[in-house]
């Protein structure tokens, strides 16, 4: 007699918390090609990505927990991607950042799944560089953290207690995520997407010049989780010293390098690149530290993982199908979310500015290798089929 149950409920599962975010789009869309995933969403309806399975879930107070981790059973790992996405409104909003970012109930759900069901499953936990204070550059894992704002200090937080709680655990901190649009719109703001819009058709923009990171590609976030499950699967375990591994990329940029790189690799006239201080913003809504780039070669070397390069990157997505669908200046229409945020940072929280015609005349700086357009093609476009 065949079974009722189905092929989801028998082979072992990987959970996205997150899952209808930027980043855990491009996760669940990877991973089901190998895995059986499920993930999870919170403030609107699921997004439909392929064979996976959507469960609602509010990482507040834990609701729809207990029943998510028995539906995935037999559950090999967690990565969760799940937080407000804005260091602004966290800054606001402290207390839910708080309760989004730090997994009290999620991992007492776990643990309780792994009390009665005898398995403990990899905890893969996404963190990130603001838990540094920015004064030097190339930050490794062992410097000390100094967070200057709430979205760091509850990352940390989170971090800690993941240590003291889940031994069985990865962190991962990442920098600034960037990539094509995500296989289903999302309604935050995306860093690229707005340069793009603003080299093809936008007001004259300022970057600033003096703040650095080291973007991370999202692929390459997807193929280091994937790298980690395998491992997983294979009965391994990194050591001890190798749970903490920093996810950037190779080098260290300021948004405008980035959006000069874009202008060169995407052939954009970079009349509109603007160069400015971050000391000229006198309120950006929360602190910023300068240099939170790291070094990430630990990670290069524990998973043999060669990280792609900006450039790379870019011209690697120029060669890619195009998936997503942006809207005008490179925006996302409206979208489910998941646990990211459902709101839209203004161009200054992400390290720009977008200027009047009085403030470009005042601020523009002799432009130097200037592109030309290419008409309203992109990168980040879908193209008609």
Known sequence: MASDRSPFDREPHVLVTGGSGYLGQFLVQKLQKSYKVGF????????????????WVDLKDGSGLEQCLEAMHPLAAIINTAGITSPAICERHPETARKVHVPFH????????????????LFIQLSTDLVFDGNQA??????????????????????????AQWPHHVILRSSIIYGPNSPQPVSRRLF??????????????TFFADEWRSPIYVHDICRIC???LQIEAAGQKLATGHQLLHMGGP????RLDMARLVALHWHRSSDNILSASAASMTDRGVASPPDVSMDSGLLQRVLG?????????????????????????GTQGQASEGDEHRFNSPPERMG????????????????CDKGHRSGDTSPLTPRDS
């Open 192 to 205: 690229l997407q707005f340069v793009d819009g603003a080299l093809r058709d936008g007001p004259p923009t």
């Open 138 to 163: 190339h930050w490794t894992e062992s410097d000390a953290c100094k967070p200057i704002n709430v979205y760091g200090r509850t990352k940390l937080e989170a971090e800690q207690l993941l240590q």
């Open 40 to 55: 999870t969403h919170h403030s609107s309806s699921p997004p439909s990505l392929g064979t996976s399975k959507a469960f």
């Open 106 to 121: 999620l991992l007492k759900a776990v643990a309780a799944y792994r009390d009665k069901h005898g398995k403990c499953p």
């Open 226 to 228: 994937e790298a980690l």
């Open 251 to 254: 080098e260290r940029l300021s």
């Open 352 to 367: 720009v500015r977008v200027l009047n015609s009085r403030q470009s005349a005042r601020l523009r700086e002799v432009s």
């Open 305 to 329: 993982i060669e990280v792609t390069c900006f450039a790379e990157a870019l011209d690697d997505m120029q060669q890619e199908p195009r998936v997503g669908n942006a809207g005008r200046n």
